[in-house]
């Protein structure tokens, strides 16, 4: 009897271990997959920034070209 709680026990806890080992592999995989999400999206960003930047570079000269024009 005695042998049957202490082998119940020991299946217990290798369950628990691989449990929360697989939560945890599944928990980092998921974090991998967000930082590469997240990189991604912030190079999607600068690229929009830059393009954005270029844009008001553009604007303002025609501002100025306009200005000078008038004047």
Do not use: C, P
Request: proline share 0%.
């Amino acid at each position: 009897m005695n042998s049957d709680i202490i082998m119940w026990m020991v299946g217990l806890g290798i369950t628990v271990i691989g449990s929360v080992l697989g939560i945890y592999v599944r928990m980092e995989t998921k974090m991998k997959e967000l930082d590469i999400r997240v990189k991604g999206l912030e190079r999607t960003d600068n690229a929009m920034n830059e393009k954005l930047d270029r844009m008001l570079d553009m604007i303002n000269d025609i501002r100025v070209s306009i200005a000078s024009r008038h004047n």
